[in-house]
């Protein structure tokens, strides 16, 4: 398992180098930029750092997460100020802003790993952040609700599940024995039960959200070949 881990995070690495190099070598309409360019970069990088954690690997989990950060503030502030400063995206690529609001909780997961699952100050930072970029895409469900369907809505499915994997790793160590004064088993005992009926809301709600979107794009993709049938017929 571990060679497969290696593997996979050489193989990040070429592919966020080469895409980098890319951006420097091409010119490009800053149009066409959109949130979907964090995955090369940001999202492998903080894969990387929770893979390498996970293993024990701190040195090497730390390491990517760093670079995550980086291409996090690099990449985040240009997508934000095209998205504010010039025309509005095409509604096809719309849903791909969901992935603006993944990188705290990806990080957050990423360093979960390398710190052994304590609750410390950089955890709190990235939930501060985590929750507000969290309310950023609640402010726009209106605007993703009018859209039609398309298999870009898969961009959400990436964010949800990081931050509902975050969520949990918060509710679990908040309601964990010492996480809090006072007595430590009434705080136990209290969010056992808390922690219980939200790790419960939060897993329906990302399951739910996953699943609708697949069964919705297996329609699609069925409607879609029934038109191309139709059109050569």
Do not use: K
């Amino acid at each position: 398992m571990q060679g497969v881990v290696v593997v996979f995070m050489v193989a990040a690495l070429v592919f966020g180098s080469w895409s980098v190099a890319q951006l420097a070598l091409r010119m490009r309409d800053i149009d066409t930029l959109h949130a979907g360019y964090f995955l090369p970069t940001v999202a492998a990088a903080f894969i990387a750092g929770q893979s390498a954690g996970t293993f024990g690997w701190t040195t090497l989990s730390v390491a990517s997460i760093g670079v995550g950060l980086l291409f996090w503030m690099l990449l985040g502030a240009l997508i934000l100020g095209r998205m504010a400063f010039r025309p509005a995206l095409p509604a096809r690529l719309l849903p791909t802003f969901a992935i603006f609001s993944a990188p705290p909780a990806v990080a957050g997961n990423a360093w979960f790993a390398s710190n052994g699952g304590r609750l410390d100050t950089l955890e709190t930072v990235l939930l501060g952040t985590f929750v507000l970029l969290i309310l950023v895409q609640v402010m726009m469900l209106a605007t993703y609700w009018r859209l039609g369907f398309d298999l870009g809505f898969w961009a959400f499915t990436f964010t949800a599940a990081a931050s509902g994997t975050y969520a949990l790793h918060w509710i679990g160590g908040a309601a964990a024995p010492g996480a809090g004064t006072g007595s430590a088993m009434s705080l136990w005992v209290s969010g056992a039960w808390v922690s219980g009926f939200a790790g419960t809301g939060i897993l329906a709600t990302v399951t739910l959200l996953i699943g609708s979107i697949a069964v919705r794009s297996v329609g699609y993709l069925v409607r879609a070949h029934a038109r191309s049938t139709q059109a050569r017929a």
